[in-house]
T-cell receptor, first 113, second 117 residues
Framework: QKEVEQDPGPLSVPEGAIVSLNCTYSNSAFQYFMWYRQYSRKGPELLMYTYSSGNKEDGRFTAQVDKSSKYISLFIRDSQPSDSATYLC?????????????FGQGTTLQVKP | GAVVSQHPSRVICKSGTSVKIECRSLDFQATTMFWYRQFPKKSLMLMAT?????????EQGVEKDKFLINHASLTLSTLTVTSAHPEDSSFYIC?????????????FGNGTRLTVT
């Protein structure tokens, strides 16, 4: 079993839809959770960074962490064609001061105009 | 926000030659930088941790003599792929965090697409 599981998609939605992206994990020691967006041929761009359980909102993006279920989500409201990209979840057991993030496989999202 | 610059963005080289990739933190200092490799439709795999002023730490299975890492200053790390072969063709990405900020997240460069012919 992989430490982090993420449905690779692709996920295709119409413009304006609410998008839900998810990851499950097996290591209960994970405490730091991140979502990155990666456009084709570019490096990952940090979208959300959360510690422990709870919700965090930033504009159209909301990140949720449920440590009891070992499940994290990223919601995108009012999705736009420019949101079309691959979304990677990442997590670690210690603070961001380590490169040993464990990444999900990434979900490819396509938002159709 | 924190910016990590990576150069070149794309390089094509002949088999047997060496290629150097630079990673710079533009507006912060990073005592540690990280090098990843990404295959098509696959996630990022950590290759090594670059430590300013000391030797890099390599992940299991990564050849340290093939992937030379130098972290000469608090804002620059380099990855040299030596005696490149076609199987080294991949997308290489560096990342860094602001060493002065507690619990700051990692920021990534835009990657280098290496093609070995």
């Amino acid at each position: 079993q992989k430490e982090v599981e993420q449905d690779p998609g692709p996920l295709s939605v119409p413009e304006g839809a609410i998008v839900s992206l998810n990851c499950t994990y097996s290591n209960s020691a994970f405490q730091y959770f991140m979502w990155y967006r990666q456009y084709s041929r570019k490096g990952p761009e940090l979208l959300m960074y959360t510690y422990s359980s709870g919700n965090k909102e930033d504009g159209r993006f909301t990140a949720q962490v449920d440590k009891s279920s070992k499940y994290i989500s990223l919601f995108i409201r009012d999705s736009q064609p420019s949101d079309s990209a691959t979304y990677l979840c990442a997590m670690s057991s210690v603070s961001g001061n380590t490169g040993k993030l464990i990444f999900g496989q990434g979900t490819t999202l396509q938002v159709k105009p | 926000g924190a910016v990590v610059s990576q150069h070149p963005s794309r390089v094509i080289c002949k088999s047997g030659t060496s290629v150097k990739i630079e990673c710079r933190s533009l507006d912060f200092q990073a005592t540690t930088m990280f090098w990843y490799r990404q295959f098509p439709k696959k996630s990022l795999m950590l290759m090594a941790t670059s430590n300013e002023g000391s030797k890099a730490t390599y992940e299991q299975g990564v050849e340290k003599d093939k992937f030379l890492i130098n972290h000469a200053s608090l804002t620059l790390s380099t990855l040299t792929v030596t005696s490149a072969h076609p199987e080294d063709s991949s997308f290489y990405i560096c990342s860094a965090r602001d060493s002065s900020a507690l619990n700051s997240p990692l920021h990534f460069g835009n990657g280098t697409r290496l093609t070995v012919t």
